[in-house]
Nanobody, 124 residues
Framework: QVQLIESGGGLVQTGGSLRLSCAAS????????MGWFRQAPGKEREFVGG????????DYADSVKGRFTISRDNAKNTVYLQMNSLKPEDTAVYYC?????????????????WGQGTQVTVSS
């Protein structure tokens, strides 16, 4: 069982930065690939990026590639999403999720555990 709690969301102006954190409970955090997803009002949840259990490999959606960076600290049971050059279209609720897959899959249905989400709002 893994419990995930996101933090770090907020209101930021276009071009600004935020760093989201996802703290996990449980001693098996290092066994999971981790993903970040987001959901804007009226839209489906979409994959933002993910990272393997070791942190050695990351994957990003084209819409955030070059602006967002995912990292993890297994000693702290925490995964991070550094978001730079934010745009109004990045406004959404951001969720972290844990999967037992070896790869940070882009399919939400393959994730076993989800956090409650944190709101990110980018003003123009």
């Amino acid at each position: 069982q893994v419990q995930l709690i996101e933090s770090g969301g907020g209101l930021v102006q276009t071009g600004g930065s935020l760093r989201l954190s996802c703290a996990a409970s449980g001693r098996t955090f290092r066994n999971y690939a981790m993903g970040w997803f987001r959901q804007a009002p009226g839209k489906e949840r979409e994959f933002v990026g993910g990272i393997t259990w070791s942190g050695g490999t990351t994957d990003y959606a084209d819409s955030v590639k070059g602006r967002f960076t995912i990292s993890r600290d297994n000693a702290k049971n925490t995964v991070y999403l550094q978001m730079n050059s934010l745009k109004p279209e990045d406004t959404a609720v951001y969720y972290c999720a844990a999967a037992t897959t070896s790869w940070p899959t882009r399919n939400s249905w393959q994730y076993n555990y989800w956090g409650q989400g944190t709101q990110v709002t980018v003003s123009s």
